[in-house]
């Protein structure tokens, strides 16, 4: 991309989230490409939602279906796991990522795999699968046309729908110019679409092992669902031989006929439909349809931790449907790739530093102007603002015993601030003692053009209007003495 | 009527015009208006920095000063949107019964400014003469916090001789963000941008809301550009008449 | 594998669960069921609804009486210009109309049904709100192969089978099937620059005959 450097999406390695920003803020073809794709979303969005007069009683059952399932999670995957395998299928426990990884590598090398086709999956991503199946000999083919476009490319996913929308249409000419050896390719989109399509079609009818994810987990029945756009995931559903679902924990709800509810909020929050083109469901093994091997691959990896909390069990209630970062004026202004995680934005925010137990991305919890259009446009009423601010406090609690935090201007103010606020005589007192300080920063004008320290974040694009002479408590006090 | 005025801390120190536009307006419609010496914040600043300990005194402070006020106002949506969403968590991890007791009996008598012109006060013309073109910008605290709907636009349209525009992409966040501003100040920078763009489109000689958080960073940015559009506090608007035009500060 | 075992036992540890099987855990009645449930159109307005919204995404719609349905059949067959076709193996046998290549699977290699140029289904279901028809892959509606590679797919679906919302689709799920496939749209993608283009992977082509019966017919 154009300001040269490959993200990290990575939260124990990936940069502070402001450090992360600042490049992508330079970059103004991909704010051009974010703000695009997310009004063209956000506005099929909108214009569905408008017209489903039952569109919030929709949101209260979806989110209350999610939180009966999380609240008995266990029975839920019990069950589902006594159903699946109960019709062929064989269900995998993995604690971490690690662990997650060591099965379906155990399960590819059982099959003697040496390529496997993909449906786009963000938990396989979450797990860093592809680069440990690559390591492993394993050649790993996407098919989703945005996970192709970011495999040849050698990029990075920026959103969990539409993974390539910070990817215009002369960025992926080149890149399947250069990878498919189509020298005369035009950026037509339609052109594009026929390479991709012509360059996977022999890998779906040849290559005999699919990995796949999964939007939901049938407890009732075993079964699973996955949405899609394209017709890949059918492929990768029925031609092979063998089929590996990685699935997180939180994917399960309890009864097929939830989807009726699942399936509304779904299609029109993350592509702006009223269903997406196909919507595929299957149960273990059906002798003479599809794979006659299938494995589920039930993934914690820090989900469990995350229910424990009541108030942040809400989190896992993500379908992982992006219109929270579609909606987010923070995301629209830095793409995904500041937020150093494969889940950025809104959800980003909360779900990646839970994840890692706040170890790490302890900075996204502040990636947020806590406007609340997230919460307002989230499917399942996840409530974004309040999990934000309560991860702050975490964040904050841990950070502020060290010693190297004491005299951090950002807590050594708040303390002070604090302080002062305790008694109106000392807030008053900060006051008039302000006024004179910053008096040497005023202007002629009147006004401030230029401070030190944190101050500076402001004043590189703001002007602050010099402190006036009499604060409003003064006022008033005068003005009653005057009326006596 | 009786109304007890929280000012709030940085209306307090930055913006005492927008309190005396209070003071003026309310009394103009028959309030009699109370201001405790006492107060300072309502701990927004810190609760949203995640400094919960502190935002819980400061909750407790306010929680006790207002106790026997008839009604409170206040002429921020984000402290009162504070108020109502954060108090009672607060209280109800670091305080006791008696505390949750009380803010449950004061919560009902706390009002942002538009709400209770509106809802409690009754009107909707209060007299204002302001013959400027206005547009507003609806903060995301009254916005989605507090749902305060039509109410800002009620007041505004009538204002006599002020013309009101409407702002594109009303709802998109400036960017301010309490702390975020200067935290995450090169995000911000780059949403005010955005926003000052819609809000230049209207041609307006002001930009008025019910925060003047939001109207300092906008206005901080309007200032640095030579833009040629200032900011003002719906109060101020509100509070100007033929014979007391509001005074219009540099 | 015991590390595995490890695995689950920790991870139902850290849920809370016991040994017991099956969700013994809240009624579906505690879920609020405010949504619409039931459709308020009548049956003609209905069809009409179910054929808006397939032909709002290009599907190509003709209807006929269930006399008319063979001849309406052999009509879009002979403008689809298309000669070779898959069909589920209990397909009427007046469905396949003269004159064609007709492949019957129950076992079709990969391969041969590549190599077809359409597929001729019945279907389970249509949900008229999102223009939805649904595939439970019965005798009659085909293995999911079969209506996934040819490029074009002609449809039959029975105006008794239309039904307004989808959560009346699943109330006319007595049996919950084992395999189900949703289809609202041929397939498509909006990766590149939001820009929808049609037919990426799976039938670029869905040809839908809804069948209205006149007075008291036939129910399947």
């Known amino acids: 991309m154009s300001h040269g450097q490959q993200p990290i999406l990575d939260p124990v390695l990936a940069p502070p989230f402001p450090q992360a920003a600042l490049p992508m803020l330079r970059d103004s073809q991909l704010r051009k490409n974010v703000a695009h794709a997310t009004d063209v979303i956000q506005a099929k969005r909108a214009r569905l939602v408008a017209e489903k007069p039952d569109w919030q009683a929709l949101r209260s059952a979806a989110a209350r279906i999610k939180d009966e399932a999380l609240e008995n999670l266990g029975a839920y995957l019990e069950q589902f796991e006594e159903q699946c395998t109960a019709r062929g299928g064989v269900v995998h426990w993995a604690a971490d990522a690690a662990e997650a990884r060591a099965i379906i590598l155990g399960i590819l090398r059982e099959e003697n795999a040496s390529e496997v086709i993909k449906i786009k999956t963000m938990t396989s991503a979450e797990i860093q699968l592809n680069p440990h199946l690559d390591a492993a000999g394993v050649k790993v083919f996407e098919t989703d046309l945005a996970e192709i476009i970011l495999q040849l490319g050698e990029l990075e996913p920026s959103h969990i729908v539409a993974p390539a929308l910070h990817v215009n249409r002369s960025q992926v000419r080149e890149i399947f110019a250069r990878t498919m050896g189509l020298s005369d390719l035009t950026d037509d989109p339609h052109a594009l679409t026929a390479a991709a399509r012509h360059y996977l079609r022999r890998k779906f009818l040849e290559v005999p092992t699919a990995i796949s994810g999964a939007n939901f987990l049938i407890a009732e029945t075993g079964a699973v669902a996955i949405v899609e756009s394209e017709g890949n995931g059918r492929m990768c559903l029925t031609l092979p031989r063998t089929l590996i679902t990685l699935a997180g924990i939180e994917k399960v709800v309890p009864r097929y006929s939830d989807l009726e509810v699942m399936l509304q909020v779904l299609a029109r929050s993350a592509t702006g439909e009223r269903m997406n083109p196909y919507t595929s469901l299957w149960t273990g093994v059906t002798p003479g349809d599809g794979p006659t091997r299938f494995h589920v691959v039930l993934l914690d990896n820090g989900r469990s931790a995350i229910r424990l909390s009541e108030r942040e069990r809400q989190t896992l209630r993500c379908i992982r449907c992006g219109a929270c970062m579609n909606a987010c004026p923070v995301y629209r202004q830095t793409g995904g790739h500041a937020y150093g995680s494969i889940y950025p934005g809104p959800i980003g925010a909360i779900l990646t530093p839970q994840l890692t137990g706040l170890k790490h991305a302890q900075s996204l919890p502040f990636a947020s102007s806590l406007c609340g259009v997230c919460y307002e446009v989230c499917p399942v009423k996840i409530n974004i603002p309040e999990i934000l601010i309560d991860l702050r406090a975490q964040v904050t609690d841990q950070e502020r015993g060290k010693a190297a935090r004491f005299f951090d201007p950002m807590y050594l103010g708040m303390r002070v601030a604090n302080l002062l606020f305790s008694r109106a005589w000392l807030f008053h007192a900060a006051q008039w003692k302000a006024r004179i300080v910053l008096r040497i920063f005023t202007r002629k004008d009147g006004w401030i053009h230029s401070l030190p320290g944190i101050g500076a974040k402001w004043t590189q694009t703001r002007d602050l209007r010099g402190l006036p002479k009499q604060p409003f408590h003064s006022w008033w006090k005068q003005r009653k003495q005057a009326s006596r | ?250 | 594998m015991s590390a595995m075992v490890a695995a689950r036992a920790a991870i139902l540890k850290k849920l809370g669960a016991g040994t017991g099987v099956s969700g013994g855990a809240a009624p579906s009645e505690l879920i609020p069921r405010d949504y619409i449930r039931r459709g308020s159109l009548d049956p003609d307005a209905r069809v009409a609804k179910m054929i808006e919204r397939l032909r709002e995404y290009d599907a190509e719609v003709t209807e006929c009486t269930p006399d008319g349905l063979a001849a309406e059949i052999a009509a879009q067959l002979a403008r689809s210009g298309r000669k070779t076709f898959v069909v589920p193996s209990r397909l009427p046998p007046e469905w396949l109309a003269a004159g064609y290549n007709w492949k019957i699977d129950g076992d079709l290699a990969t391969e041969e049904v590549e190599s077809c140029d359409g597929v001729l289904t019945g279907c389970f279901c249509g949900v008229a709100d999102s223009g939805t028809i649904v595939l439970h892959h019965s005798a009659a509606q085909g293995r999911r192969l079969i209506s996934l590679l040819p490029d074009w797919h002609l449809c039959v679906l029975r105006a008794s089978q239309i039904v307004e919302t989808l959560p009346e689709y699943f109330d006319r799920c007595i049996q919950i099937p084992a395999l189900v496939t949703w289809i609202s749209g041929p397939s498509a993608t909006a990766d590149i620059e939001m820009t929808r283009i049609k037919g990426v992977h799976g039938p670029r082509f869905l040809n839908v005959i809804v069948v209205k019966e006149q007075g008291p017919g036939t129910r399947d």
Not at chain 2, 1 to 13: E, G
Not at chain 2, 86 to 111: K, M
């Open chain 2, 1 to 250: 009527m009786r109304v007890s005025l929280f000012i709030t801390c940085y209306n307090d120190t930055l913006f005492p015009e927008t309190g005396r536009a209070v003071v003026a307006l309310l009394e103009r419609l028959g309030v009699e208006l109370d201001f405790k010496p006492r107060q300072t914040c309502c701990g927004q600043m810190h609760a949203n920095t995640g400094f919960r300990a502190e935002a819980y005194s400061q909750a407790k402070r306010f929680v006790r000063l207002y106790q026997d006020a008839e009604n409170v106002v206040i002429p921020s949506s984000s402290c009162v949107a504070m108020i109502r969403d954060q108090y009672a968590g607060l209280f109800e991890e670091l305080g006791n019964e008696q505390l949750r007791s009380e803010f449950r009996s004061l919560a009902p008598r706390v009002y942002e400014l538009s709400e209770f012109l509106i809802d409690k006060q009754g009107v909707e013309d209060v007299g204002a003469y302001f013959p400027h073109r206005v547009t507003y910008h609806a903060s995301c605290h009254g916005l989605r916090g507090l749902n305060l709907g039509d109410r800002p636009f009620r007041l505004l349209g009538k204002v006599r001789g002020m013309e009101l525009v409407p702002l594109a992409n009303l709802e998109r966040c400036c960017g301010f963000g309490g702390t975020f501003s200067v935290k995450n100040g090169d995000v911000s920078s780059a949403m005010l941008a955005v926003k000052l763009e819609d809000v230049m489109e209207t041609g307006a000689e002001f930009c008025t809301a019910l925060d003047n958080s939001c109207l300092m960073h906008l206005g901080g940015a309007m200032h640095r550009q030579f833009a040629g559009m200032k900011t003002m506090h719906m109060a101020e608007i509100l509070a100007s008449t033929e014979q007391t035009p509001v005074e219009v500060l540099g």
